[in-house]
């Protein structure tokens, strides 16, 4: 039967893209991007360390990094985000309460003006 193997996304940052005929031996090459002039590959996990080891040697390699995704938790739980939406919301009540009390002294002035102005016969 046919199982998965386990895969992970190395990043090669490339002095230059000529070189691209000798990163296929390394892996399998999912993207490359000429702008930022690096390149995508794929390859099992347990030729990771090895394979890095390899780029690091060649002198047309600026920086290789490795995918961390393996190693992030899927499951966070709900810990983080009800410490996310606390400070959030306690944030958002912050404002709301500050908007409604310049709201309401906002008011209390217009109040204070109809009131002067009646008093004076609406003559200011």
Do not use: C, W
């Not at 993207?31 to 794929?42: G, T």
């Not at 310049?102 to 109040?111: F, I």
Request: hydrophobic share 35%; aromatic share 10%.
């Amino acid at each position: 039967m046919f199982t998965m193997k386990e895969r992970r996304a190395i990043f090669v940052y490339l002095r230059g893209l000529k070189h691209l005929e000798q990163m296929k031996k390394f892996g399998d090459i999912s993207y490359i991007s000429k702008k930022m002039q690096y390149v995508e590959l794929y390859v099992d996990e347990d030729q990771v360390a090895t394979v890095v080891e390899k780029l690091n040697q060649y002198r047309f390699v600026k920086i290789v990094k490795t995918s961390p995704r393996p190693e992030i938790d899927p499951d966070l739980g709900d810990v983080h985000d009800d410490v996310f939406f606390e400070a959030y919301d306690q944030a958002q009540d912050g404002e709301a309460s500050s908007e409604a009390d310049q709201n309401l002294v906002v008011e209390e002035d217009k109040a204070q003006d109809n009131a002067s102005a009646d008093s004076t016969g609406g003559q200011a």
